[in-house]
């Protein structure tokens, strides 16, 4: 299983925010669930804390309407 900050490793992130609700998946495992009414709507980021390369693959956007 693939851990954060593994740089030779592939891993499954998974966010959803409906409204106020923010869920992670790392992997198909559940790791935070949370409400925060100042994030309801805004921007979407993807961003690397360090200097390695990143690569993404099957970035997907969908609306949960």
Same mark, same amino acid.
């Given at each position: 299983? /693939? *851990?954060? /900050? #593994?740089?030779?490793?592939? +891993?499954?992130?998974?966010? #959803?925010?409906?409204? $106020? *609700?923010?869920?992670?998946? +790392?992997? /198909? #495992?559940?790791? =935070? $669930? =949370?409400? $925060? =009414?100042? +994030?309801? %709507?805004?921007?979407?980021?993807? *961003?690397?804390?360090?200097? =390695? ?6 970035? *997907?956007?969908? %609306?949960? $309407?």
């Amino acid at each position: 299983r /693939g *851990q954060l /900050g #593994e740089s030779d490793r592939c +891993f499954t992130l998974v966010l #959803e925010a409906k409204g $106020d *609700q923010l869920t992670v998946w +790392f992997n /198909g #495992e559940k790791t =935070a $669930d =949370a409400n $925060d =009414a100042a +994030f309801k %709507s805004g921007q979407i980021a993807l *961003q690397a804390s360090n200097k =390695a390369p990143v690569w993404l693959r099957k970035v *997907q956007v969908k %609306s949960l $309407d």
